[in-house]
């Protein structure tokens, strides 16, 4: 067994940090997987209202954002991320 926290994802448009969202355990989710096992979750967080500028975000009609997910495996001791990217971004300025 192996058990993983995500504490944390970063959202980039181009290389600028637009905001970094602290992330809470989904309910149900101890972070426990066997080797082989793998699991889809739903993740939730937040930010600090005005922590970050969303000029990134809203002066593109369709921007590409980045999502770095951070992950720390506490069995092995390791840390790492996944990657991927969306257009659906809704701008609250």
């Known amino acids: 067994m192996r058990t993983f926290i995500v504490p944390r994802l970063d959202l980039l448009v181009g290389d600028t940090l637009v905001a970094t ?3 809470d355990r989904p309910v149900g989710f101890d972070g ?3 080797p082989g096992e793998s699991q889809t979750i739903r993740l939730h967080g937040a930010t600090f209202a005005g922590s ?3 000029a990134a975000i809203c002066v593109s009609p369709t921007p ?3 999502i770095v997910l951070h992950w720390n495996d506490m ?10 990217t969306t ?3 809704t701008c609250t300025p």
Do not use: I, K, W, Y
């Open 21 to 23: 969202v602290n992330l």
């Open 32 to 34: 426990t997987l066997a």
């Open 52 to 54: 970050f500028d969303p």
């Open 64 to 66: 590409t954002v980045r």
């Open 75 to 84: 069995t092995a001791m390791e840390m790492g991320t996944a990657e991927g």
């Open 87 to 89: 257009t659906r971004v």
